[in-house]
């Protein structure tokens, strides 16, 4: 599963890019405190929770959903933007969000079809 998610990090730099100098580090994580949490964006770092993601589509959407927030929100003024708008909407209802997820849609079957042709599934 490493795999899957190392290549599937790698796939997002390459077709995404970075809106800064640098790329997030990706970081895999199994923390049993985070049971429900598949992963999150913060200070540059793009962490994954493996003991909450039990299958690939887990780790290819919760890698994709990150680093759209990376793309999101690449500065300061970025984030406060972020957490502005978790004043007015909910979670699930926040703009960012739903585009995250929007992402998740309409990528994963690419990184499926990438991770197929390269052998790692």
């Not at 490493?2 to 790329?23: D, S």
Request: hydrophobic content about 30%.
């Amino acid at each position: 599963m490493t795999l899957i998610a190392e290549e599937t990090f790698n796939w997002c730099c390459k077709y995404f890019g970075t809106p800064m100098k640098n790329y997030p580090k990706l970081t895999l994580k199994t923390d049993r405190r985070y049971s429900r949490k598949y992963g999150e964006y913060k200070n540059k770092e793009i962490v994954v929770f493996m003991n909450t993601c039990k299958n690939i589509n887990d780790i290819i959407g919760t890698i994709l959903h990150e680093y759209t927030h990376f793309l999101q929100m690449p500065r300061k003024k970025d984030i406060n933007k972020y957490n502005k708008l978790l004043e007015k909407y909910e979670y699930k209802e926040h703009p960012f969000e739903l585009e995250a997820e929007d992402y998740v849609k309409t990528h994963n079957n690419s990184v499926m079809i990438h991770l197929k042709k390269i052998g790692i599934i």
